[in-house]
């Protein structure tokens, strides 16, 4: 199974920016569709953001123009740049790889957005 460690999250003003990181322990992450997924309180898990092994890249409408997914085949990294934050980004950030069944979630990490 492959296991992520999430870190990089924390507590911003709005209009702050963040970048979140996740390392995945596999030897054929190039060959990985990674995502970025978030969960606020009360609500359901969502996809926020893909990077497929070529590059390129989608986002769920609402983080469009603010977030950029990026990846480091050569570290097993995938990043999160987050600009513009805004309170309805708050959520525990979690990433997982495709295509096919998503591997074990990792303990995530905690992005607060907050005057």
């Known amino acids: 199974q492959v296991q992520f460690v999430e870190s990089g999250g924390g507590s911003v003003q709005p209009g702050g920016s963040l970048r979140l990181s996740c390392a995945a322990s596999?030897?054929?992450?190039?060959?990985?569709?990674m995502y970025w997924y978030r969960q606020a309180s009360g609500k359901q898990r969502e996809l926020v953001a893909a990077?497929?092994?070529?590059?390129?890249?989608t986002y769920t409408d609402s983080v469009k123009g603010r977030f950029t997914i990026s990846r480091d085949n050569a570290k097993n990294t995938v990043y999160l740049q987050m600009n513009s934050l805004k309170p309805e980004d708050t959520a525990v950030y979690y990433c997982?790889?495709?295509?096919?069944?998503?591997?074990?979630w990792g303990q995530g990490t905690q992005v607060t957005v907050s005057p």
């Open positions: 990077i497929r092994s070529g590059g390129s890249t």
């Open positions: 997982n790889k495709g295509p096919g069944r998503l591997s074990p």
């Open positions: 596999t030897s054929i992450f190039s060959s990985y569709v």
